[in-house]
């Protein structure tokens, strides 16, 4: 079993910044692909970006190429989105997911004005 924990949204301002987080607990954690993913209301929910199991690769939406950077702590079970630049259309709830699996996080709301 896994356990996916995310925590880091709020409201900011069009052009803010804000960094989520995702801890996970439980067995085999660190040898999962990371992913975030996102769904805004009325939309289906969409991916953002991904991170391999050792941290080599970096994998993103065209829509957040450039803005949004993933990254992992593997000491302490942490997957990061760092996301800058932020633009309205980013609104929605983020959620962590392990690799292909059916373990997400709850998710977090990101809420950015304009």
């Known amino acids: 079993q896994l356990h996916l924990v995310e925590s880091g949204g709020g409201l900011v301002q069009a052009g803010g910044s804000l960094r989520l987080s995702c801890t996970s607990s439980?067995?085999?954690?660190?040898?999962?692909?990371m992913n975030w993913f996102r769904q805004a209301p009325a939309k289906e929910r969409e991916f953002v970006a991904s991170?391999?199991?050792?941290?080599?690769?970096?994998y993103y939406a065209d829509s957040v190429q450039g803005r949004f950077t993933i990254s992992r702590d593997s000491a302490n079970n942490t997957v990061y989105l760092q996301m800058n630049s932020l633009k309205p259309e980013d609104t929605a709830v983020y959620y962590c997911?392990?690799?292909?699996?059916?373990?997400w996080g709850q998710g977090t709301q990101v809420t950015v004005s304009s």
């Open positions: 439980g067995r085999t954690r660190s040898t999962y692909a």
């Open positions: 991170i391999t199991w050792n941290g080599v690769r970096t």
């Open positions: 997911r392990a690799g292909d699996t059916d373990y």
